[in-house]
Nanobody
Framework: QAQLVESGGGSVQAGGSLRLSCAASGYSFRTYCMGWFRQAPGKEREWVAA???????TYADSVKGRFTISQDNAKNSLYLQMNSLKPEDTAMYYC????????????????????WGQGTQVTVSS
């Protein structure tokens, strides 16, 4: 069974940067996607970014140009570099893994991802 552990969250001022990490183990999808999601208090879980097994990336419009998703297959790790942070980026951030779509794309809905980490809190102050 997959195990995902996030780290790297914290508190920063608007305009600052953080780098989230997700250490993954225990899964053996032949083709897979890994994604970052976030959930603010009182709001639904929101897709942020995803990366395919081949390295293809997609981003939510709200973070495009500011966030970068990457992975290190040798380390079984996923990353999210977050720059130019805004107060509205404040949320609990989760990494997740699930099946890859035929043709090499990733799902954007949280309920299409099977395994989840416990989350790491990101707080951006104005």
């Amino acid at each position: 069974q997959a195990q995902l552990v996030e780290s790297g969250g914290g508190s920063v001022q608007a305009g600052g940067s953080l780098r989230l990490s997700c250490a993954a183990s225990g899964y053996s999808f032949r083709t897979y996607c890994m994604g970052w999601f976030r959930q603010a208090p009182g709001k639904e879980r929101e897709w942020v970014a995803a990366i395919t097994s081949g390295g293809g990336t997609t981003y939510a419009d709200s973070v495009k140009g500011r966030f970068t998703i990457s992975q290190d297959n040798a380390k079984n790790s996923l990353y999210l570099q977050m720059n130019s942070l805004k107060p509205e980026d404040t949320a609990m951030y989760y990494c997740a893994t699930g099946a890859e779509l035929p043709g090499g794309d990733c799902f954007r809905s949280w309920n299409d991802y099977r395994y989840w980490g416990q989350g790491t809190q990101v707080t951006v102050s104005s």
